[in-house]
Every structure is written in C-alpha cells, then in structure tokens.
C-alpha cells in the first residue's frame, strides 16, 4: 500500500506563486507515473500534469507555461511550482501516483486559493 502526503497548499493573491509537494511512502512499491490533479467546486477532477519515471512533462493547456511538475525518483517525491496564478486555478489538489504494476494511489488533496 502506498501512501501519498501533500503540503503546500494556501491563500495565495492573483499572480503570486505556490509550491506544491507530494511524497510518496510504503513497502515494496516502484512508481511508474505521478501527476498532480485538480477539483474545483462543481467541477470534476481534471489533469494538471504528469511525469513518468523517465520521460518527459505533460501539462494541461490551462497551466502550461506557468505550472512546473518536478519528482525525485529515488525520494519518491513529486512537486508542482506554480507561477502567475489565477482565480480559476482556485482548487482542491490532488497528487497521484501510478506503480508499475499498475495500481492507483491518491493524496488527501490540499486546497489553493488564489483571490485578492
């Protein structure tokens, strides 16, 4: 059983920035990809970015150029820089982690609020 912990997450003012980390815990366990998710209220979960274990970043279109997804493979941690936010990055997020075998982990979600 892996575990996910996330920190990171406030009250931050339009056009500031917030570091988001998420570490990674358990037995036995190699992860293929982590990413980071987001919900807004009445919203559905939606793909921020992701990084596999040895390939490149992907990013939603809403964040590329102002969000950075980074991980540590022999840490297990996975982080999001954001940059330049918004109101409507206001969310509940979410870190996700994807073993090799192909079991799905999520954190307990940490909430960003970005208003003035």
């Known amino acids: 059983q892996v575990q996910l912990v996330e920190s990171g997450g406030g009250l931050v003012q339009p056009g500031g920035s917030l570091r988001l980390s998420c570490r990674a815990s358990?037995?036995?366990?190699?992860?293929?990809?982590m990413a980071w998710y987001r919900q807004a209220a009445g919203k559905e979960r939606e793909l921020v970015a992701l990084?596999?274990?040895?390939?490149?970043?992907n990013y939603a279109d809403s964040v590329r150029g102002r969000f950075t997804i980074s991980r540590d493979n022999a840490r297990n941690t996975v982080s999001l820089q954001m940059n330049s936010l918004k109101p409507e990055d206001t969310a509940i997020y979410y870190c996700?982690?994807?073993?090799?075998?192909?079991?799905?982990?999520w954190g307990q979600g940490t909430p960003v609020t970005v208003s003035s």
């Open positions: 996700n982690a994807k073993t090799i075998q192909g079991h799905d982990y």
């Open positions: 358990g037995p036995g366990f190699i992860i293929d990809t």
């Open positions: 990084r596999p274990r040895g390939g490149s970043a």
